[in-house]
């Protein structure tokens, strides 16, 4: 089992709904990251959080510490959102983890106009 | 600003050739790492850096893997003997943080390599 989960695998939307991606992992963590791949193979950050609830635009990231789980929530889709979002978490401080992140596979999201 | 620069972009090498591909972190950043990416995957560590020390190096999958520092900024990944399941995108990352204190300093990450081996 890997030690991030990521669902659902592949994701398809209509502009304008609402789009829920979960993160499950097993490890102790510090820090959870959301990403956004595009084609091509850029990485760009969209959260880090240990806590709480976190949001940027349309964008919305969730965490629950208690149950090792995180969400990431588009609002109102867009056909410019396509992209992989990938969650990934960080070791928790100290030891030997150096803040390394371990990534889940991913989740293809396609919003059709 | 410079964000973190990878180079070359593409690269293509027939199976047993060496390759060597380079990472321009972000100036000032102490910590640096390397990531592998298949097709289809999500990103796995390779190997981590704080300044020029070699901290971790767990992830590197075989011993024709060999990263450098040398000057504790660019770095150089080195595949010795490409096979064609060293086929994937390398990423490189870069951040301010250190190996330990709160988790409050970001990665960022290059466009990555795509490294095609024939």
């Known amino acids: 089992k890997n030690e991030v989960e990521q669902s659902p695998q592949n994701l398809t939307a209509q502009e304008g709904e609402f789009i829920t991606i979960n993160c499950s992992y097993s490890?102790?963590?510090?820090?959870l990251h959301w990403l956004q791949q595009h084609p091509g193979g850029g990485i760009v950050s969209l959260f880090m959080?240990?806590?709480g609830k976190k949001k940027h635009g349309r964008l919305i990231a969730t965490i629950n510490i208690q149950e090792k789980h995180s969400s990431l929530h588009i609002t109102a889709s867009h056909p410019r959102d396509s992209a992989v979002y990938i969650c990934?978490?960080?070791?928790?401080?100290?030891?030997?983890?150096?803040?390394?992140?371990?990534f889940g596979q991913g989740t293809i999201l396609t919003v059709h106009p | 600003g410079a964000g973190v620069s990878q180079s070359p972009r593409y690269k293509v090498a027939k199976r047993g050739q060496d390759v060597a591909l380079r990472c321009d972190p972000i100036?000032?950043?102490?910590?640096l790492f390397w990531y592998q990416q298949a097709l289809g995957q999500g990103p796995e560590f390779l190997t981590y850096f704080q300044n020029e020390a070699q901290l971790d190096k767990s992830g590197l999958p075989s011993d024709r893997f060999f990263a450098e520092r040398p000057e504790g900024s660019v770095s150089t990944l080195k595949i010795q003997r490409t096979q064609q399941e060293d086929s994937a995108v390398y990423l490189c990352?870069?951040?301010?943080?250190?190996?330990?204190?709160?988790?409050?300093?970001?990665?960022?990450f290059g466009d990555g390599t795509r490294l095609s081996i024939l």
């Open positions: 990934a978490v960080r070791g928790s401080a100290g030891g030997t983890s150096y803040g390394k992140l371990t």
């Open positions: 990352a870069s951040s301010l943080a250190l190996t330990s204190g709160p988790p409050n300093q970001p990665q960022h």
């Open positions: 490890v102790g963590i510090s820090a």
């Open positions: 100036s000032g950043h102490v910590s």
């Open positions: 959080l240990s806590s």
